[in-house]
């Protein structure tokens, strides 16, 4: 399958701070896509990053507060900006390519006190 | 708003029983269906994808497509403790290329 890899693995951070999550392809993508995944819930799309255009957001996410960055076809940044305890969750990139479907990479835990 | 449906479980089954996880959707015109497994602590991994109606089966897995009924199913033969963890539907709508993700069905294998 295509190879993600993601960092911070897990980060524990000040309220008011704001945290950059790094994904990056082992392969060239046209989309990359950010998840939430908050404690014990299910997944919801932030936004879906293009290279060359701005990040389209989801309902509900803003680019204030959830600012994307997409330099090339293989890298993405999400920083999580203002960070309040109810940002704590798991964040996670994913990518769709033929024969491997959409894969994820293996999540940045986020715990902000 | 198009929503994709799980029972959140747990769902307890015995070794070697077979467990049979189910998954409603609303947008009539949704393609394609994933089924992904997740352990406690790691992100989710694809294990079965599907398209048309009928049966998919990959080794102990299968997934039953029905798209009148907007129902997708995942039978898990022969089910082992590792088994154990939570499986998220996953529905592609027809308009657009984000995933659709159900709440997720936590299954538990018991020896």
């Known amino acids: 399958s295509a190879v993600i890899s993601q960092k911070p693995s897990r980060d524990i951070c000040q309220r008011g701070t704001s945290l950059t999550i790094q994904c990056q392809v082992d392969s060239q993508v046209t989309m990359m896509f950010w998840y939430r995944q908050q404690p014990g819930q299910s997944l919801t799309l932030i936004a879906t990053a293009n290279q060359g255009s701005e990040a389209t957001y989801e309902s509900g996410f803003v680019i204030d507060k959830f600012p994307i960055s997409r330099p090339n076809l293989t890298f993405s940044t999400l920083t999580v900006s203002n960070m309040s305890p109810e940002d704590s969750s798991i964040y996670l990139c994913s990518v769709e390519r033929a024969s491997y479907g959409y894969t994820f990479g293996s999540g940045t835990r986020l715990t902000v006190v | ?111």
């Open chain 2, 1 to 111: 708003q198009k929503e994709v449906e799980q029972n959140s479980g747990p769902l307890s089954v015995p070794e070697g029983a077979i467990a049979s996880l189910n998954c409603t959707y609303s947008d009539r015109g949704s393609q394609s269906f994933f089924w992904y497994r997740q352990y406690s602590g790691k992100s989710p991994e694809l294990i079965m994808s599907i398209y048309s109606n009928g049966d998919k089966e990959d080794g102990r897995f299968t997934a039953q497509l029905n798209k009148a009924s907007q129902y997708v199913s995942l039978l898990i033969r022969d089910s082992q403790p590792s088994d154990s963890a939570t499986y998220l539907c996953a529905v592609l709508p027809d308009a657009g290329n984000m995933l659709t993700f159900g709440g997720g069905t936590r299954l538990m294998v018991k020896p």
